[in-house]
């Protein structure tokens, strides 16, 4: 089961932008898929690194593990290294999480394609006003 949420943002480079945010409770990931409204824009994902992912009718929960994935195209950016490693010098992160965030980063890395792949699909079969 996938959870899916909308919202509207002002991106400093894009201008206005209109993100899907995709949860899903069994992955070390969440995907949302930005389609700027300037349509000379491209269309990105970013993913962020997590863990325990709750998904109510109310609310969706979930444990950042600090790393996140932007993708523009074809070029991957892995942003927040600092961050991740920051938060493993403070005793923040576990064995446990970062062997999670390893293999997301393994995961993603290899088939990013796919999964923006499977999330413009789940949104233009939801009817999502997406390019």
């Known amino acids: 089961m996938v959870a899916v ?15 899907y945010g995709m ?3 069994r992955r070390a990931y969440n995907c949302y898929y930005v389609v700027p409204r300037d349509a000379t824009q491209p ?4 993913f962020d690194v997590l863990r325990d992912t709750r998904v109510t009718a109310d609310e969706i ?20 290294e600092d961050e991740l490693a920051e938060a493993v010098t403070a005793g923040k992160i576990t064995a446990r999480d970062l ?12 088939g990013h394609t796919r999964v923006v792949a499977e999330v413009r699909r789940t949104l233009l079969d939801a009817g999502a006003p997406i390019r």
């Open 43 to 46: 269309t990105s994902a970013r």
């Open 5 to 19: 949420r909308g919202f509207t943002f002002d991106h400093r480079k894009w201008g206005r932008c209109d993100s």
């Open 61 to 80: 929960a979930y444990m950042d593990l600090y790393l996140d994935l932007w993708v523009v195209g074809d070029n991957l950016e892995w942003q927040d």
């Open 99 to 110: 062997a999670i965030v390893e293999r997301a980063r393994s995961v993603l890395t290899r």
């Open 23 to 25: 949860f899903w409770p």
